[in-house]
């Protein structure tokens, strides 16, 4: 048994190692570049479906085994990991970079939020759109991992509402309750607490043995020194010991420990929305040919293999694909609601003020104190807004198709791309400073603002832009570009 242990717990290594000696037949049987291209492929794909080692490292195969065999040349190999794409995502994660670093994503999501108001249905959707947004321009994964912390504020102030609106109601009505102590046992159901009290005079070996009884019948102790208790048949102060007995019973605990929400409808609502954000993420990444990396391959190997059919754009892309996300988001966010949150939209995706609950006032009074806290639009925000909004419009009008484009006013024609406006966009964000130039006289308000951020540190920095990019996708790209390279060589 401990040596099947040993093997479980070494299968990576032992995949690693035995898959290529296995399959070095293949190669040496049959000497050809049919055969050792097939090798390098079984063992990359085994290497990817296992996960015995990671993916990005699993990708960097066909760098060296494609060499040693003479499928490819080194250099042809290495031109396959970087390609046009790698530069149009570098560009775009720039601007992904700077819209996290200064919480751009998050004024957006609260002030949708805001609009929406505190209706789960309402809600819903407008998490959703705010996702699918965000997820046009940045990756799902970065996508998810934004908007997540923002939805799991906005659901504790939810099921919190409620909670503190029933002990504020019942702050007035505690005078019985000050009268009429409730035990342990009759306040939210908890268990029943044995309270043993021991005289400081008594001796160690006395309060050992007790609790020695004690955990030996099965309950487990837990001791308190309170002060002094006064006994009515003395008017002397006595040292006492305070020892709490606890039901050794886990099922006899309070139910607040394994139950966190208030009711059925809390627990839906946050099934609802927290999965709601991984499919409109999903969603929102086939809008656009950047939205995910499998748009990004496709591209490539769109504009290798038809270099003269410039049809595949930024703008074709996302005409042709707005109206079915369109219809995807509409679909999904019904299905969810009809799951989770029943068939009654009136009540649940309701505008009107008056229809709204005491819970739901305090939860839009919560959502607006955090965008509150955000304060006014900073200088790095609106230059980040102004970035993305100006690369979405030279995406669009590089080459429209009905019109001409701004590439026209070029002499040569196809030297210019979407990477190229989206590398020299995310240039500039190296360079413009992010504290706000003045060119006269400073407000006094303007320089206690500004006062945190360094005046040489521009928009993002390189350590923001390594903390953003995707080296593992994008070298997980480049080695299925490697391998696609070596079959079309032998075909």
């Known amino acids: 048994m401990a040596l099947v242990k040993e093997l479980l717990r070494a299968r990576n290594l032992l995949l690693v190692v035995l898959i290529p000696l296995l399959l070095l037949p293949l190669p040496l049987l049959y000497p050809s570049s049919e055969a050792s291209c097939a090798y390098v492929l079984i063992v990359t794909a085994v290497y990817w479906v296992s996960e015995a080692v990671p993916l990005g490292a699993a990708a960097l195969v066909p ?10 040349k080194s250099s042809e190999v290495a031109a396959e990991y970087f390609k046009n794409t790698t530069l149009l995502l570098m560009g775009v994660i720039c601007v992904a970079a700077s819209v996290e670093k200064w919480n751009l994503h998050k004024r957006i999501a609260l002030r949708m939020v805001m609009m929406a108001g505190a209706k789960p249905g309402m809600l819903l959707l407008c998490f959703m759109c705010c996702t699918t947004i965000l997820s046009m321009w940045l990756s799902n994964t970065s996508t998810t991992a934004m908007v997540m912390p923002i939805v799991e504020a906005v659901l504790q102030e939810l099921v919190n509402a409620e909670e503190e609106r029933e002990v504020i109601s019942t702050a007035g009505n505690t005078t019985s309750e000050e009268r009429e102590p409730k035990g342990l046992s009759e306040k939210h159901g908890q268990a029943s607490v044995e309270v043993i009290f021991i005289n400081e005079d008594a001796t160690t070996t006395d309060f050992s043995s007790l609790v020695h009884t004690k955990n030996m019948n099965g309950v487990h102790m837990i001791a308190n020194p309170i002060g002094t208790v006064n006994p009515p048949n003395k008017g002397q102060n006595l040292p006492q010991t305070q020892i709490l007995v606890l039901p050794p019973n886990p099922r006899d605990l309070d139910l607040s420990t394994k139950y966190q929400y208030q009711s059925r409808h809390d627990h839906m609502i946050c099934k609802c929305l927290s999965l709601s954000i991984s499919y409109a993420a999903t969603i929102g990444g086939l809008t656009t040919i950047i939205g995910t990396s499998t748009s990004l391959i496709f591209l490539e190997y769109f504009n290798n293999h038809y270099p003269h059919a410039e049809v595949v754009n930024f703008g074709t892309w996302f005409l042709f694909s707005f109206p079915i996300c369109l219809i995807m988001l509409v679909l999904t966010w019904f299905w969810m609601h009809w799951l989770f949150l029943g068939c009654n939209f009136k009540e649940t995706c309701s505008v009107s003020k008056k229809k709204k609950t005491k819970r739901e006032e305090m939860s839009e009074r919560r959502i607006q104190e955090e965008y509150e806290k955000l304060g006014d639009t900073s200088y790095p925000e609106m230059v980040t807004g102004f970035f993305f909004i100006l690369m979405t419009l ?66 993002i920095t390189w350590k923001d832009f390594q903390k953003t990019m995707p080296w593992e996708i994008v070298v997980l790209v480049g080695g299925g570009y490697a391998l696609a390279a070596g079959c079309k060589v032998l075909s």
């Open 63 to 72: 760098a060296f085994l494609y060499p040693l065999f003479g499928v490819m």
């Open 394 to 459: 030279l995406w669009f009008t590089r080459e429209p198709g009905f019109v001409p484009g701004w590439s026209s006013f070029f002499e040569k024609k196809g030297y210019r791309t979407d990477a190229t406006v989206s590398v020299f966009l995310g240039f500039l964000m190296f360079l413009i400073p992010a504290k706000k130039p003045c060119f006269g006289k400073r407000d006094k308000g303007d320089s206690e603002n500004s006062t945190d951020i360094n005046s040489m540190e521009p928009i």
